[in-house]
Structures are given as C-alpha cells and as structure tokens.
C-alpha cells in the first residue's frame, strides 16, 4: 500500500475512533438503563479502554506517517501494537461476540439496545476486527522478544483485573453480569481462560506480521 494511503488509512482510524469516543461521552448526560452504574464511568470497561487504546496507537501511527525522522516513535508504536493493541482489540471482539452468541444477557443485557445505537455497539465489538486486519496488512511491525511481549501484556493483565474487583470490593457490583454467576473458583478459571486467549491472540499477531511481511523485512525496518 502506498505512503499516500498510509497515511489516510492511519488518519481514517484516529479520527473514526475519537468520533465513536466522542459519542460515548455524549451519552453521559442521559439516564443510563439498568445494568450500568456510575461508579468508575466507562473507564471500568474493557470495551471502553480498548477504544482508547485503539485511538492512541493510531495517532501515533499518523504522527509517525508525518515525521522525518521518528526512530523513537516508530519503536514505541511498534510495541504499543504489538504487545496491546492487536491481542487487547481481538480479545474485545472474540470475547464480547461468543458471550453475545452464548447468553447476550451475561455481557450486553437487551436493555442496551434502547441506550446504544447498533451502528455503536460494532463500533465497540466488531469494527475493531477488519481495521486491526488492516493495520496488519498495511506495514510491518517489529515484535519484541516473545517472552518479553507476554510479560507486559500479562501486567496489563492483571492491572485489569485488580481493578475489576476493586470495582466490586467498593460497590458490590460486578463490571459484567457473568462474573456474578460464577464461584471463587469459577472466577480464578475463568481469569486464567482469558490471559491464555489473549496470549494465543498475541502469538496471532505475531504470526500473522511473519507471515505477511516475513522477518528480514522486519529486521530491516528495526535498522
């Protein structure tokens, strides 16, 4: 794909995100229906850091289309993809969908339907899928060591989930509805269930940039 499209697709992404982030917000002034409450706003939601997610990497992919000499830039947008952006984006849409599929009720209850628009709620859980693929197709990105990448995103990991039960600890309210159905046990299986996705997720992506654009090209971006 050419610089020029590059640079529209990077641009593209940021802007459709900080519009769907934008509209997010703007819902904070209605009554918000049963099952969402306010302590911890939408930062309590993976769905919501995702976006945020999503809209950094590529505003920084965008600044880096712009700089002359962005070594530095480049090295961190690499591993912001990389090590969150890719496994965090695809876990989002994986996870949110087969739970939909399952029982909508133990992650987007029927009462969301009248707060949230549909054209939304793919902007939240499906959109994310076919720009990721794109962001994969468009340019290498140099993966750091394997262990290392694993290492972080298992931080974030459990960063995320010391603030889901911190959540529950001050209000008693779990942040999903599943998480109220299952026993200590069930909820420590569960945990481990999703750190091993989300791994398999990173090794995805990882798999797919060698696949794509093979690791000299890779080495020869890193130089």
Known sequence: MSGVAQKIFHLAAFSWYAFVINALYAKGNEEPPPGIFPYGGPWKYLTFLNLILQ??????????????SGKYLRVAKDLLFSIYVFPVGMFVVVMFWSIFAYDRQLVYPASLDSFFPPWMNHAMHTFVFPILMGEIMLQPHAYPKTRTGMTALGGVGLAYLSWVIWVYLSVGIWVYPLLSLLS??????????????????????????????GRKQQVKRKA
């Open 55 to 68: 809209m950094v990497f590529f505003g920084l992919a965008a600044l880096d289309d712009v700089q002359s």
């Open 184 to 213: 200590p046990a069930g909820l420590v299986a569960l945990f481990f269930g999703n750190m091993t996705l989300v791994t398999l997720l990173y090794l995805l992506g990882q798999r797919l940039n060698d696949c794509i654009w």
